[in-house]
């Protein structure tokens, strides 16, 4: 049957349970993690023990690094990587399209932001962008790269070359990016997101591809920075080694820091989520794929790239108007015509932040303001189904039909 809006009485249930993100728990896992829940319960270790540990050995082997050190959320991950590299007082390169955490990683380990623009296709910093960066201004340490909507930048060796080369400390924040993987042809290998420059953050918050609730992942194969970022998270301290095993000795506390620590019951659902996350960036890509189908061929609507050797985890499937219409109309029409959710990552721009407004970079923000201005994402989520994503695409499609039902009316 057909209602009056010209759309199928399945679509129109299915457009009352649509999100713009939804983390999700499947059935079958519920009891496993009440199980463990109990356990944590039972025995009072609700910090920084088994669960902990076996989290961080999912995510270690997953991505094929060495180390992984859990965290309170990727900010804070990010913060510690920083304070733990011992650099103070340094300048870091960190692109305006990102979230604040981003930013505030570098101030609150002691040094100073640069913000700069990005790549108007990636929404990631890019070589060039960051090559005039530090020709410019000797006093730049590092590099925060930020792996946009889970997407590794096609540049992303040549960028982790260049910062070795010159000895700049590449943070990668993959807040976005668990299980994406680059292909690097020239080796004949795969390189997972979190194992490029110095150390890589994941977020699980509950957007995310795995959610904990809150939840960061700091994964790195140098296994001294590692040990340090351990020290980090635990307020800086160490328990000392004594005589006897079994008695307590104390602790030493080798620098002043805070509490970073992950619970047992955040690395109890992070284990149970870890058992879906291939078959969730299946589901992801499946998605991306779909949309590409309905959307794809649009003149007036750009897809997210998608290099051949790059799989992505599509945190976010974003796409961009190409023709010289009101985003913020495009999208209203979305959500009340249709009951489509949108969002809009991430806007303000960090460099149109008034806290920032003493960390940009003076090569300006063409590119990133004019993108902001047009770009927009659309639901993505495992539960997300095909019937949901023919409804979506039939209510953005239904913007061209009336624009040329009005434009011919004229």
Same mark, same amino acid.
């Given at each position: ?14 457009? #009352?349970?649509?999100?713009?993100? %939804? ?6 896992? $519920?009891?496993?993690? !009440? ?14 023990? $088994?669960?902990? /540990? ?17 965290? *309170?959320?990727?900010?804070? &991950? ?21 979230? /604040? ?8 380990? &002691? ?13 990631? !910093? ?12 000797? #006093?730049? /340490? ?9 997407? =590794?930048?096609?540049?992303?060796? #040549? =960028? ?27 080796? @004949?290998?795969?390189?997972?997101? &979190? ?23 700091? *994964? ?39 509490? +970073? ?55 976010? +499937? ?13 999208? %209203? ?9 949108? /969002? ?11 806290? +920032? %407004? ?11 303001? %004019? ?30 039909? @009336? ?5 011919? &009316?004229?």
């Amino acid at each position: 049957k057909i209602t009056q809006s010209g759309i199928t009485m399945k679509e129109q249930r299915n457009m #009352d349970t649509l999100y713009r993100a %939804k983390p999700y728990i499947p059935e079958e896992s $519920k009891q496993d993690v !009440l199980d463990r829940f109990d356990n944590i319960l039972s025995t009072g270790g609700l910090i920084q023990g $088994k669960y902990v /540990a076996e989290f961080e050995e999912l995510v270690r082997k997953r991505i094929w690094v060495d180390n992984a050190v859990a965290t *309170t959320s990727c900010g804070t &991950g990010l913060e510690t990587v920083l304070i733990a590299s011992g650099i103070k007082g340094k300048k870091f390169i960190v692109p305006t399209q990102t979230f /604040a955490a981003s930013v505030n990683c570098i101030i609150r380990s &002691g040094n100073t932001p640069i913000i700069t623009d990005v790549n108007s296709e990636t929404q990631c !910093l890019d070589f060039d962008i960051i090559k005039r960066e530090v020709e410019k201004d000797k #006093d730049i /340490a590092g590099v925060v790269l930020v792996m946009m909507a889970g997407l =590794i930048p096609p540049d992303i060796l #040549d =960028i982790e070359a260049y910062c070795k080369d010159k000895g700049l400390f590449l943070l990668t924040d993959d807040a976005h990016s668990l299980g994406a993987n680059y292909y690097d042809e020239y080796t @004949d290998s795969i390189r997972f997101a &979190g194992t490029f420059g110095d150390a890589g953050v994941f977020s699980f918050y509950p957007s995310k591809i795995i959610t904990t609730g809150e939840g960061g992942m700091i *994964t790195t194969n140098n296994s001294e920075l590692a040990e340090k970022c351990r020290v980090v998270r635990n307020h800086g301290t160490v328990r000392n080694d004594g005589k006897y095993e079994g008695l307590d000795y104390g602790y030493t506390c080798e620098m002043p820091s805070t509490n +970073y620590r992950m619970t047992e019951f955040c690395a109890a659902l992070g284990i149970s989520q870890m058992e879906h996350l291939d078959d969730w960036l299946e589901k992801r890509n499946d998605i991306a794929d779909e949309y590409e189908w309905h959307l794809g061929k649009l003149d007036w609507l750009s897809t997210p790239i998608s290099p051949h050797n790059v799989y992505q985890s599509y945190w976010q +499937y974003i796409v961009r108007i190409r023709k010289h219409w009101d985003r913020e109309e495009f999208c %209203k029409k979305l959500l009340d015509e249709h009951k489509i959710p949108t /969002a809009n990552a991430y806007s303000p721009l960090c460099h149109q932040q008034k806290i +920032y %407004k003493n960390y940009l970079s003076s090569f300006g923000f063409k590119n990133s303001e %004019k993108m902001i201005k047009e770009i927009f994402s659309l639901p993505m989520y495992v539960e997300l189904s095909t019937d949901n994503i023919n409804y979506i695409a039939r209510g953005i499609k239904s913007w061209m039909t @009336d624009n040329i039902e009005v434009n011919e &009316g004229c």
